[in-house]
């Protein structure tokens, strides 16, 4: 086989880029957290939340490789690039990486690396088609990358709490939106999700409901006096295009969950910009 597909394939299987935006959004939550002299812990984190985003990914490929052969025959295991043992074992090698990057880590960055790692290895198999709890899930491992990276570093301190709860909040919107965008092939496959058990338009709801609270809270760093202008500046639009995005899910799903993600990034940059001008001031 060559070299070149099959090492695609193992890329394609850890979700390259899911895996480095992880890292980033680790590295963020260290950065608010005060984490510019300590490299080391930093760089630790980025790595084992890096290296078990992808393990989470390939464990999850791992398990859908029956239904991915009937509505994804172009993915790494049913395409035949990858054997499904060899998927296990990747996935058990990044996984190695991530607790051994782990280890060295204060308890509580230690404690949240156990609890994701408890939850990407059950996603798949015990919440994915549990209406709404997978959801929750994906909502809390995305937040809990902040957590992780502030944890690394030092106490977890109140922007990191309102960042974290910002970006699962989104993020659960956001699963909501894609859940609606795949409803046709989750019914298929017998999944019940919270669109297909409460109905299109009671999960955008919740979804839009539920991304209100949170660009409602992301005001509280500014309100406190903990982030200025700066922060406001960048986190006021990241909000529009969430906020505005969720309700554009009852029009077009796909376009929406899209503009979720990218929004929930620009949070995250409002945070560091916040976090910047404290430094700098």
């Not at 009937?70 to 990858?82: E, H, K, M, T």
């Not at 280890?103 to 994701?116: D, E, H, K, Q, T």
């Not at 297909?196 to 005001?219: D, F, H, N, P, Y």
């Not at 700066?230 to 009852?250: E, I, R, S």
Request: charge should be neutral; aromatic fraction near 8%.
């Amino acid at each position: 086989m060559d070299a070149t597909r099959t090492i695609g394939g193992y890329l394609e299987l850890a979700r390259v880029g899911n895996a480095v935006a992880a890292g980033v959004l680790t590295f963020v939550g260290s950065f608010v957290a005060g984490g510019l002299d300590a490299p080391w812990p930093v760089a630790l984190a980025v790595v084992a939340t890096a290296a078990a985003t992808g393990a989470g990914n390939a464990v999850n490929d791992y398990f859908d490789r029956d239904i991915d052969a009937l509505n994804r025959p172009d993915r790494p295991i049913p395409s035949g690039r990858v054997s499904a043992r060899a998927a296990a074992a990747f996935a058990a090698a990044l996984f190695s990486v991530a607790t051994g990057a782990a280890l060295s880590l204060p308890r509580l960055a230690l404690a949240i690396a156990v609890v994701n790692l408890l939850a990407l290895l059950a996603y798949t198999q015990l919440f994915k088609g549990l209406p709404a709890v997978g959801n929750v899930v994906v909502a809390y491992l995305t937040g809990s990358t902040f957590l992780f990276g502030a944890a690394a570093v030092a106490p977890v301190a109140p922007p990191t709490w309102t960042l974290f709860g910002l970006a699962a909040t989104a993020t659960f919107a956001r699963e909501v939106v894609k859940d609606v965008e795949d409803m046709a092939g989750d019914r298929e496959e017998g999944l019940r999700t919270l669109p297909i058990v409460a109905g299109e338009r009671a999960a955008l709801a919740l979804a839009t409901i539920a991304m209100a609270a949170a660009t409602a809270a992301s005001a509280l760093p500014y309100v406190d006096g903990m982030f200025g202008a700066a922060y406001l500046a960048v986190v006021v639009p990241a909000d529009a295009a969430m906020l505005g995005a969720t309700a554009w899910g009852f029009r077009d799903p796909g376009t929406a969950q899209r503009w979720i993600k990218r929004g929930t990034f620009l949070a995250a940059a409002a945070f560091v910009a916040g976090r910047l001008a404290t430094v700098l001031a």
